[in-house]
C-alpha cells in the first residue's frame, strides 16, 4: 500500500517488486536505484547499499552467507546488479582478528580481496565493513541533506535523541573505514532496538529485514529529519541573517555568467584545462546574497562526498552583480588577486595538513566559484564533474542552512578534510580512472552541424572527448542532431542553438550559450554553406550575396565572436575553417560560389597573421564532393554541376571518384578525421594551413 510522504518520494512498485520476489539481490538493486532517483535522499555516486543472503559455496556446495554491497564508484540511481562486490559474511567478519588498529585501516581494504564471494563483482569499497558487522539483512547508508543539516550541527547529538526518542543512535565523526564498522556495531549493541545510526558530519544508516522495510524505515527517518528541519526553517525565517544584496534580474545573471565564464574558466585552467558549469537556483541565490555568506563559506563543507567535490572551500567574487564586463583587462586585475590569494590558502592547506606519505598537492584552483547577486560557477576536467560538484554543493547550501535553523553549522577540521582529500585509497582510485582523451577538456563550435559535414566533426570531435555545440538554422534538422548526440554521448557533452551564420544576433546567442553550458570555447569549425551552380548569365545579383552572406561573412562573423571568447580564457584556441578544393580550381558556371571559396580561404590566411599572438591557430580543410548527408547538393547543385560536365545526377559520385588520383569517393568522415589531426595535438604549432580531402586533384595541389 503506497505511503504518503511530504519531503521524499516514495516510489515502490508492489507489482516490479512482486516479479522480483525470491531474488535478494534483485530486490537490493531495485531498492538502490529508487533511492538513488530521488536527489533528496542522497547525491549522484554517494551512498551505498547492502543485502545479506544465503548462496551456494562454489567450491563446497554449502550454503553460506553472502553480502551484496555497491563496489567502489558507481551511482545508486544507474547501479545494475554488475556494480555490486559479493563477499562470505563470515571472512569479513573475521578480518576483525587481523585488524590492529587505526594506523592499519588501508590494508584491511586490501584483505576485502580475500572474502570475495564472486570473482567478477566490483571491487569492494571502503564502507563494505560499514555494512559487514551491522547484522540486519538489508542496510542503506544515505547522505540526505535533512539528515546531515542534524549530523552537522553543533548539537546534533542531542537533536538526534530527542528527536527519535532514542531509536537512531549516534557515531561521532570518523574517517570511513574498519573502525567505523566496529563502532556502528558497538553501537547497535549498546542501543538494542534502534532503527538507525546517525553519523556525525556525514550520513545516515538505516536497515530492514527486507528490501521494503528497509527502503520505508529510510523514508520514514528522513521525513522525520526533513519535517523538524523544514519547521525550524520556517520558524527562524532569515537563516542566513538575512539578505545583504538583491540578485540581479534573471536575463542580467544570464548575461554576466556569459560574459564572465571565459575570463574564470581561463584562471581556473592554469594547471588543467577545465569545463565549466553555470547555475543560478534559487538556493544559490539566498545563500550567496545572504549576510552570513562571509561566515560560512570559508568554512567548507562537512559531509566527505560533498568535499571530495567541491573542494576545501568556495572562491567568493568580490565584483559587483551590475559591473558590466565590458573591460576584460579590468575585470582580470579585480579578480586575479583572489585566484592568488586562493591557490596561496590551498598551497598552505596542503603544507600544513600533509604526511610523509601523502600524494603530491593536487591543482590548487577552486572548484566552486560564487558571484554574489548573479549565481555559482563549478569547474572540472569535464562536464558531467562540474555539473555535480555544483549539485553537491548546493546539498552543502542545504546541511548549511538547515543546520543554521536548528543549532549552527560545523564544518570538518582542516585535518580530517585533508585526509579524506589526499587518503591514499582516494588517490589509488584516480589513478585508475581512465586517461583523459586528446580533446577532453575543450569546447568545440561547429556551424551547420545538423547533418552532413558538420554532424560527422562534431561526433568526431564527441568520441574524442569534447564538448560540443551544434548549430544550424534548420531546427528539426537541429534537434534531431541534438538527440541523436545525447543518445550517444550522453547529456553533459552537448548544447545545441539555431544559429544563421548571416545574423550576429544569432552568433552572439549561440557564444552565450556555450559560456554557460560549458564555461567557453576553444575550437570554432566554420562548415556552415551552400552552393549555387550556375553560369555567369544565369547568376542573379541575390545569388551572389547570398553566397558571399554565408561564406565569407558568416566565416567572419563566427571568427569574430569566438575570439572574443578565446582571448579571455587566454589559452589559445583553433579555428577551422572547411573551405574546398574549388578555392584553387577553376571550373564552369561556378563563378559565385568558387569565388566565395577563394575568398574563405584568404581570410583564413589573414585571420591566421593576426591571431598567432593570441596562440589562435586558423588552418583550412578543402574537401570535394563531399555528398553523403550534405545540404549542398539541394537547391539545384547537383543538377548544375551534373549539367556543366555534362552527365546524369546519379552519375556524379562515380565522376568525382574518377577525376581523383586515388579513385576515392570523399565521405564526412573524411573530412571529420582532417579536422582532427588539426586539433588533436600533434599539430599545435601549425597555423595557416591547409589540408586538401579530394581524393587527389593535382589542380589544387597547394603551390
Not at 565493513?129 to 546534533?156: Q, R, T, V, W, Y
Not at 525565517?237 to 555568467?257: P, W
Not at 582580470?332 to 585566484?339: A, D, S
Not at 564555461?519 to 550575396?545: F, P, R
Amino acid at each position: 500500500m503506497e505511503k504518503k510522504f511530504k519531503h521524499v518520494s516514495y516510489l515502490w512498485d508492489e507489482q516490479k517488486a512482486a516479479a522480483l520476489k525470491g531474488d535478494e539481490v534483485a530486490l537490493l538493486v531495485y531498492r538502490s536505484n529508487l533511492l538513488g532517483a530521488d536527489l533528496r535522499l542522497t547525491n549522484y555516486g554517494g551512498g551505498n547499499t547492502s543485502c545479506k543472503a544465503m548462496a551456494k559455496d562454489p567450491l563446497t556446495g554449502a550454503e553460506v552467507e553472502v553480502m551484496w554491497v555497491k563496489g567502489s564508484g558507481g551511482d545508486l540511481g544507474t547501479m545494475q546488479r554488475s556494480g555490486l562486490a559479493a563477499l562470505y559474511v563470515d571472512r569479513l567478519r573475521s578480518l576483525k582478528n587481523r585488524y590492529k588498529g587505526l594506523a592499519q585501516e588501508d590494508e584491511m581494504v586490501e584483505l576485502f580481496n580475500h572474502c570475495i564471494y564472486d570473482l567478477a563483482s566490483k571491487a569492494p569499497s571502503i564502507d563494505t565493513a560499514l555494512h559487514g558487522f551491522l547484522p540486519f539483512k538489508h542496510i542503506d547508508h544515505l547522505h540526505p541533506d535533512a539528515a546531515i543539516s542534524i549530523a552537522a550541527a553543533k548539537e546534533g547529538e542531542k537533536i538526534t535523541k530527542e528527536l527519535f526518542g532514542g531509536k537512531i543512535g549516534w557515531v561521532p565523526w570518523q574517517k570511513p573505514g574498519f573502525d567505523l564498522g566496529l563502532q556502528l556495531k558497538e553501537c547497535l549493541d549498546k542501543n538494542p532496538g534502534i532503527i538507525g545510526i546517525m553519523l556525525g558530519s556525514h550520513g545516515l544508516f538505516t536497515w530492514g529485514d527486507t528490501a521494503y522495510e528497509s527502503y520505508v524505515n529510510t523514508l520514514e527517518v528522513i521525513e522525520k529529519c526533513a519535517d523538524y528541519i523544514n519547521t525550524h526553517v520556517a520558524k527562524k525565517g532569515n537563516v542566513f541573517a538575512g539578505q545583504k544584496i538583491k540578485s540581479a534580474d534573471a536575463s542580467h545573471r544570464l548575461h554576466q555568467a556569459a560574459a564572465l565564464a571565459p575570463i574564470l574558466r581561463g584562471f581556473c585552467s592554469s594547471a588543467t584545462k577545465m569545463i565549466g558549469h553555470f547555475t543560478d537556483d534559487e538556493r544559490v541565490l539566498e545563500f550567496i546574497n545572504s549576510k552570513d555568506l562571509d561566515r560560512l563559506a570559508p568554512l567548507g563543507t562537512s559531509c566527505p562526498d560533498h568535499f571530495l567535490r567541491t573542494k576545501i572551500s568556495p572562491l567568493v567574487l568580490n565584483l559587483s552583480a551590475t559591473e558590466e564586463v565590458t573591460d576584460v583587462k579590468d575585470i582580470k586585475e579585480k579578480i586575479e588577486p583572489l585566484f592568488v590569494a586562493y591557490r596561496k590558502m590551498y598551497a598552505d592547506y596542503y603544507t600544513t595538513c600533509k604526511h610523509a606519505n601523502s600524494p603530491a598537492m593536487r591543482d590548487a584552483n577552486p572548484v566552486i566559484i560564487l558571484y554574489p547577486g548573479i549565481g555559482m560557477f563549478s569547474f572540472a576536467k569535464d562536464k558531467q564533474t562540474a555539473r555535480v560538484a555544483s549539485e553537491f554543493y548546493i546539498n552543502a547550501i542545504n546541511v548549511m542552512k538547515g543546520a543554521e535553523a536548528i543549532s549552527s553549522y560545523t564544518s570538518l577540521p582542516r585535518q580530517e578534510a585533508f585526509n579524506i582529500e589526499y587518503w591514499l585509497l582516494e588517490e589509488a582510485k584516480l589513478q585508475r580512472m581512465p586517461k583523459p582523451k586528446a580533446l577532453s577538456g575543450k569546447v568545440a563550435l561547429v556551424t551547420g552541424s545538423g547533418g552532413g559535414i558538420g554532424k560527422a566533426i562534431a561526433k568526431k570531435f564527441a568520441t574524442e572527448g569534447a564538448c560540443v555545440v551544434l548549430s544550424d538554422n534548420h531546427a528539426e534538422r537541429l534537434e534531431e542532431a541534438k538527440q541523436e548526440f545525447i543518445q550517444l554521448f550522453g547529456k553533459d557533452v552537448v548544447a545545441a542553438c539555431i544559429l544563421d551564420v548571416t545574423s550576429a544576433a544569432t552568433i552572439q546567442e549561440t557564444a552565450k550559450q556555450a559560456a554557460i553550458h560549458f564555461g567557453g570555447l576553444d575550437i570554432i569549425v566554420n562548415n556552415a554553406g551552400l552552393s549555387i551552380s550556375k553560369t555567369i548569365e544565369d547568376h542573379t545579383e541575390q545569388d551572389w550575396d547570398l553566397l558571399y552572406d554565408v561564406l565569407v561573412k558568416g566565416q567572419m562573423l563566427v571568427t569574430q565572436s569566438a575570439v572574443g571568447i578565446m582571448r579571455k580564457q587566454n589559452m589559445g584556441g583553433d579555428i577551422l575553417n572547411i573551405v574546398s578544393k574549388n578555392a584553387l580550381v577553376s571550373g564552369p558556371n561556378n563563378a559565385g560560389y568558387g569565388s566565395a571559396k577563394a575568398a574563405q580561404l584568404h581570410l583564413s590566411r589573414l585571420n591566421a597573421a593576426e591571431l598567432g599572438k593570441d596562440k589562435i591557430r586558423v588552418n583550412v580543410i578543402n574537401p570535394d564532393a563531399v555528398i553523403a548527408g550534405s545540404n549542398i547538393w539541394s537547391g539545384g547543385w547537383a543538377e548544375g554541376r551534373a549539367k556543366a560536365y555534362g552527365i546524369k545526377i546519379e552519375e556524379l559520385p562515380a565522376y568525382y571518384a574518377g577525376r581523383t588520383l586515388l579513385n576515392e569517393i570523399i565521405l564526412p568522415e573524411d573530412i571529420a578525421n582532417a579536422c582532427f589531426a588539426y586539433v588533436g595535438g600533434l599539430l599545435n604549432k601549425s597555423t595557416g594551413n591547409a589540408i586538401n580531402v579530394d581524393g587527389g586533384i593535382a589542380a589544387s595541389f597547394v603551390r
